[in-house]
């Protein structure tokens, strides 16, 4: 937990993912229909990534990768990033994608994160400045909560922008510049 006040942290620590247990859990009450709350060895199960990684730390489970990291989203993101409706995968696909590597170290989810992000880096900032409000919505919904992020202050950026070239304060005294320099050697 790098980030206990973060909400946005807490919400990616939410996020489900695919584990399966190692040995008999009683007690967990992760099944509604088994009355004994017992988890038998090799149960395919998807929990929230904080329980899943306290698990795993204990050799409980084992952590698989998320769905959202699979092929079909690597090729997709090969493809033509920009484009990719990452937010039905996951809303925190970059957070949940650098819990993942911390944990389990596979490097070519670190790889992909950076392809998606350096791809649609480009594609967030070109929408936030000449985006038609037309476009904005269905474009919107494809962002993460991440991008979403950027997208926002790259539109206050453009719009603070855009009151100083017409007419905001162009030059701003700065305080240093009002005081008197004492001077060297008592002269």
Same mark, same amino acid.
């Given at each position: 937990?790098?980030?206990?006040?973060?909400?946005?942290? +807490?919400?990616?620590?939410?996020?489900?993912? !695919?584990?399966?247990?190692?040995?008999?859990?009683?007690?967990?009450?992760?099944?509604?229909?088994?009355?004994?709350?017992?988890?038998?060895?090799?149960?395919?199960?998807? $929990? !929230?990534?904080?329980?899943?990684?306290?698990?795993?730390?204990?050799?409980a489970v084992s952590v698989t990768i998320p769905p959202c990291?699979?092929?079909?989203?690597?090729?997709? +993101?090969?493809?033509?990033?920009?484009?990719?409706?990452?937010?039905?995968?996951?809303?925190?696909?970059?957070? #949940?994608?650098?819990?993942?590597?911390?944990?389990?170290?596979?490097?070519?989810?670190?790889?992909?994160? #950076?392809?998606?992000?350096?791809?649609?880096?480009?594609?967030?900032? +070109?929408?936030?400045?000449?985006?038609?409000?037309?476009?904005?919505?269905?474009?919107?919904? $494809? #962002?993460?909560?991440?991008?979403?992020?950027?997208?926002?202050?790259? %539109?206050?950026?453009?719009?603070?922008? %855009?009151?100083?070239?017409?007419?905001?304060?162009?030059?701003? %005294?700065?305080?240093?510049?009002?005081? %008197?320099?004492?001077? +060297?050697?008592?002269?």
């Open positions: 937990m790098a980030n206990y006040y973060d909400i946005d942290d +807490i919400l990616a620590d939410e996020e489900l993912v !695919p584990a399966v247990f190692l040995e008999a859990v009683n007690g967990v009450g992760l099944f509604e229909s088994n009355e004994a709350n017992r988890v038998e060895p090799r149960s395919k199960v998807e $929990l !929230p990534f904080w329980l899943a990684r306290e698990l795993h730390l204990r050799q990291f699979n092929k079909k989203t690597r090729e997709e +993101i090969g493809a033509d990033g920009a484009h990719v409706d990452l937010r039905s995968r996951s809303s925190y696909f970059y957070e #949940l994608g650098c819990k993942i590597v911390q944990l389990m170290g596979d490097k070519s989810i670190g790889s992909l994160l #950076l392809v998606a992000f350096q791809t649609r880096y480009k594609e967030v900032l +070109i929408k936030a400045h000449t985006a038609a409000s037309a476009l904005t919505p269905k474009f919107l919904s $494809l #962002l993460t909560k991440e991008e979403t992020k950027l997208y926002d202050a790259a %539109k206050s950026s453009t719009a603070a922008f %855009k009151t100083w070239r017409m007419g905001g304060p162009r030059f701003q %005294k700065a305080a240093v510049l009002g005081r %008197k320099r004492k001077p +060297i050697g008592g002269e």
